[in-house]
């Protein structure tokens, strides 16, 4: 499929944040639909070949921080409805794949606009809200902005692939036909992002592809709102098919199936890998080789040098450990910082710490909210118990856990004296933050001991104000971060800004939010047309004087 040449998206814009201060006309408008979502308890069925579909095996959805609150209810499947899941969307690949590009662009284009109309922003914040425990500006900047963001520079990245063309000399048209992959795209979102739910299936999507898209458990309150902007927005019937099935369930009829075609996956790094070993031990019964794409874990620095500043080096912990309780991939979890600035940092996050408050979503005073669930709130608690025990290491914040109302974990800062500390190495995807205090004299080889403790490489960010030392940083942790941050937090990536992904345990790097991601989506054939073929075999040099 190419771009017609005279029709281009403009440029488009990042979704304005709104601040949701009191008084404001979205602040009374989402406390409102908050309100009405908590009275009512929903019932969420799958949506396949463009019908909500039952199953009777209803599943409860309760609120992370009052676990007692039954949100509502979803209908979850079996291999039955994967199966029904694949066969609409094979059926609706043809029609799909072959209408034009303007076409598919409008659906995902009327999507981002409908989703920042009052209806749509206020139903999807409060569903993430509630559903996942996350705050209000979290949310704001998350459900509703880069969820936009993503639709529509998507779409201005989509033309600017398919205006890619070779050049063609005298008497020769050469051109490159962007085709969508051959078979379906089977989209694994996870719970801590609503705007990357919507992105992985939308993604494939919008390029002519049709996706069987399993979201978490966790997240299917604002996935469902999500497939309903899609459907209101003009979405086919069969593109987007969403199943409500545990892992295995799914994993065991997709990675089974001839048609497959890739995955597009976010989540751990553990399945991540497990998946990677199950199509290749299944390479021999696809049609083509699947693309895979994965955005896994991080174990995520912040590397402080000598010439930093305090008070910004203090805020961007606070923020990048501790924002939506760590549950971020990007989160920062583990920090080097020299001996010098130690105790000023210490003391202004401590001083900070001692102002969070921590409750529900629904009062917007609270920063801290509830982890996802109670699994994780017994793997976090598990681990802070381990580092209560061992003497390496000390918690000088936080470590309380209570699960009597929701799954609440406090902001946690670790001491350790081994820069090799399980706490400075493996991922544990909440509010626990582990310091390692350096020499000042030993910046140099406490940079080699940061790029070469942890097994992931996502993202990281250096402190300094010696422009040598940011170099020196720059290229010794060269393979440890995908997303490289200088003087800022490692979390908060943007939409057109700082496409987004990591290698090494992290993924595949594929860079969501950037013309990278979608060419993964594309299978391109060149065409060569002869406007006047040759009529004889020979060619000059054969001539005899």
Same mark, same amino acid.
């Given at each position: 499929m190419k771009s017609s040449g005279f029709f281009h998206v403009p440029l488009p814009k990042n979704e304005p944040v709104l601040n949701y201060a009191p008084g404001t006309p979205e602040r009374i408008k989402l406390k409102k639909a908050i309100g009405e979502l908590l009275k009512q308890q929903v019932e969420i069925p799958m949506f396949?070949?463009?019908?909500?579909?039952?199953?009777?095996?209803?599943? !409860?959805? +309760?609120?992370?921080?009052?676990?007692?609150?039954?949100?509502?209810?979803?209908?979850?499947?079996?291999?039955?409805?994967?199966?029904?899941a694949i066969d609409a969307a094979l059926a609706a690949r043809k029609k799909w794949a072959s209408m034009p590009w303007e076409d598919r662009a409008s659906v995902f284009l009327k999507a981002a606009d409908l989703l920042c109309e009052p209806?749509?922003?206020?139903?999807? @914040?409060?569903?993430?809200? &509630?559903?996942?425990?996350?705050? %209000?500006?979290?949310?704001?900047?998350?459900?509703?902005?880069?969820?936009?963001?993503?639709?529509?520079? @998507? %779409?201005?990245?989509?033309?600017?692939?398919?205006?890619?063309?070779?050049i063609s000399p005298s008497g020769i048209w050469n051109r490159l036909d962007w085709r969508p992959l051959e078979g379906f795209i089977f989209a694994v979102t996870p719970f801590n992002f609503t705007s990357i739910a919507g992105n992985l299936p939308s993604a494939p999507a919008m390029l002519g592809n049709v996706v069987v898209w399993k979201p978490s458990k966790s997240q299917i309150l604002s996935a469902r709102v999500i497939m309903e902007l899609f459907r209101d927005a003009g979405l086919p019937a069969g593109v987007i098919n969403q199943v409500f099935v545990p892992g295995p369930v799914a994993s065991d009829i997709v990675f089974f199936h001839s048609d497959f075609a890739g995955i597009h996956y976010t989540g751990s790094t553990e399945v991540f890998q497990g998946i990677w070993k199950t199509i290749g031990d299944n390479i021999f019964r696809y049609k083509n080789y699947p693309?895979?794409?994965?955005?896994?874990?991080?174990?995520?620095?912040?590397?402080?040098?000598?010439?930093?500043?305090?008070?910004? %080096?203090?805020?961007? &912990?606070?923020?990048?450990?501790?924002?939506?309780?760590g549950q971020k991939c990007s989160a920062a979890?583990?920090?080097?910082?020299? !001996?010098?600035?130690?105790?000023?940092?210490?003391? &202004?996050?401590?001083?900070?710490?001692?102002?969070?408050?921590?409750?529900?979503? !629904?009062?917007?005073? @609270?920063?801290?909210?509830?982890?996802?669930?109670e699994t994780a709130f017994n793997r976090l608690s598990a681990v802070i118990e381990r580092i209560r025990k061992e003497k390496t290491a000390t918690i000088i914040a936080g470590g309380n856990c209570d699960k009597t109302v929701g799954y609440f974990i406090e902001p946690t800062i670790v001491l350790t004296s081994d820069p090799r500390y399980f706490a400075m190495q493996e991922e544990f995807f909440g509010p626990i933050l582990t310091v390692y205090v350096y020499p000042d004299n030993k910046y140099e080889e406490t940079l080699e001991i940061c790029d070469k403790t942890?097994?992931?490489? &996502?993202?990281?960010?250096?402190?300094?104000?010696?422009?040598?030392?940011? @170099?020196?940083?720059?290229?010794?942790?060269?393979?440890?971060?995908?997303?490289?941050?200088?003087?800022?937090?490692?979390?908060?990536?943007? %939409?057109?800004?700082?496409?987004?992904?990591?290698? +090494?345990?992290?993924g595949t790097n594929d860079k969501a939010g950037s013309v990278l991601n979608l060419l993964r989506w594309l299978t391109p054939r060149a065409i060569k047309e002869n406007f006047v073929p040759p009529t004889s075999y020979k060619y000059p040099f054969m001539e005899e004087k």
């Open positions: 396949i070949n463009g019908k909500d579909v039952k199953t009777g095996r209803l599943r !409860e959805i +309760r609120a992370p921080h009052d676990h007692s609150h039954i949100l509502g209810y979803y209908h979850e499947g079996d291999q039955e409805f994967v199966k029904m209806e749509y922003w206020t139903k999807i @914040n409060a569903a993430t809200m &509630l559903g996942q425990s996350k705050n %209000v500006f979290q949310s704001e900047i998350d459900a509703v902005c880069e969820l936009a963001d993503f639709l529509r520079f @998507n %779409v201005k990245y989509m033309t600017e692939i398919y205006d890619f063309q070779p693309r895979i794409v994965g955005e896994t874990g991080g174990k995520d620095f912040v590397f402080v040098h000598p010439s930093a500043h305090p008070n910004q %080096v203090s805020t961007a &912990l606070i923020r990048g450990a501790f924002e939506y309780q979890s583990r920090a080097y910082i020299p !001996e010098s600035l130690w105790p000023k940092i210490r003391d &202004l996050m401590l001083e900070d710490l001692a102002t969070f408050k921590m409750g529900g979503p !629904e009062d917007f005073s @609270n920063f801290i909210n509830a982890v996802i669930d942890s097994m992931y490489g &996502l993202t990281g960010s250096i402190f300094a104000t010696d422009r040598e030392a940011i @170099n020196q940083a720059s290229q010794k942790l060269m393979y440890a971060a995908g997303n490289f941050y200088i003087n800022d937090k490692p979390t908060g990536a943007v %939409v057109g800004q700082q496409p987004f992904g990591g290698s +090494r345990g992290s």
